[in-house]
């Protein structure tokens, strides 16, 4: 299985295999454009050969910027065209925050525990590896990784 996710100036992907995560990938200013980031999940996809592609629902992102809805929309066209399952589902917010959220991945996954991301700073710029425990949070809620242990906000 495959998860992408986007969030500002960076788009990831999660290969995920028996319910565990294996390798993920991510990019930056080399697809900041919906062409762009449709041309590396094309690249991912050859890559890993996944059998499920998850993304998030363009239509359900409310906390996303136009950009991000526009690389969702070339997501979900990638997916329309492959010869794979491709989910589009809503991202539900469990936790106060995605670090949060990451810690809770850390817990569930020792193996990503030494990769979660420290809180940025108001004027800092968030991890690099952010938009991937993102792209975790999509596969756990298509259905695909057992839910998130940890404190959940309602």
Same mark, same amino acid.
């Given at each position: 299985?495959?998860?992408?996710?986007?969030?500002?100036?960076?788009?990831?992907?999660?290969?995920?295999?028996?319910?565990?995560?294996?390798?993920?990938?991510?990019?930056?200013?080399?697809?900041?454009? &919906?062409?762009? =980031?449709?041309? $590396?999940? #094309?690249?991912?996809?050859?890559?890993? !050969?996944?059998?499920?592609? /998850?993304? +998030?629902? &363009?239509?359900? =992102?409310?906390? $996303?910027? #136009?950009?991000?809805?526009?690389?969702? !929309?070339?997501?979900?066209? /990638?997916? +329309?065209?492959?010869?794979?399952?491709?989910?589009?589902? #809503?991202?539900?917010?469990?936790?106060?925050?995605?670090?949060?959220?990451?810690?809770?991945?850390?817990?569930?996954?020792?193996?990503?525990?030494?990769?979660?991301?420290?809180?940025?700073?108001?004027?800092?710029?968030?991890?690099?590896?952010?938009?991937?425990?993102?792209?975790?949070?999509?596969?756990?809620?298509?259905?695909?990784?057992?839910?998130?242990?940890?404190?959940?906000?309602?």
């Amino acid at each position: 299985m495959l998860a992408v996710a986007a969030r500002t100036k960076r788009i990831a992907c999660v290969v995920i295999e028996d319910g565990l995560p294996i390798t993920w990938d991510a990019a930056g200013t080399s697809a900041l454009q &919906p062409a762009d =980031a449709a041309r $590396k999940l #094309r690249f991912w996809i050859e890559e890993f !050969r996944p059998d499920v592609l /998850v993304s +998030e629902n &363009p239509d359900t =992102a409310t906390k $996303k910027g #136009r950009a991000q809805v526009g690389i969702l !929309r070339a997501f979900s066209a /990638v997916g +329309e065209e492959q010869a794979i399952r491709a989910l589009v589902v #809503r991202r539900r917010r469990r936790f106060k925050n995605i670090y949060e959220e990451a810690e809770a991945f850390g817990q569930q996954f020792p193996d990503l525990a030494g990769l979660v991301p420290r809180k940025a700073k108001p004027w800092e710029s968030e991890g690099h590896n952010v938009v991937c425990f993102e792209a975790l949070a999509l596969a756990r809620d298509a259905g695909l990784l057992k839910p998130t242990l940890g404190t959940e906000s309602s």
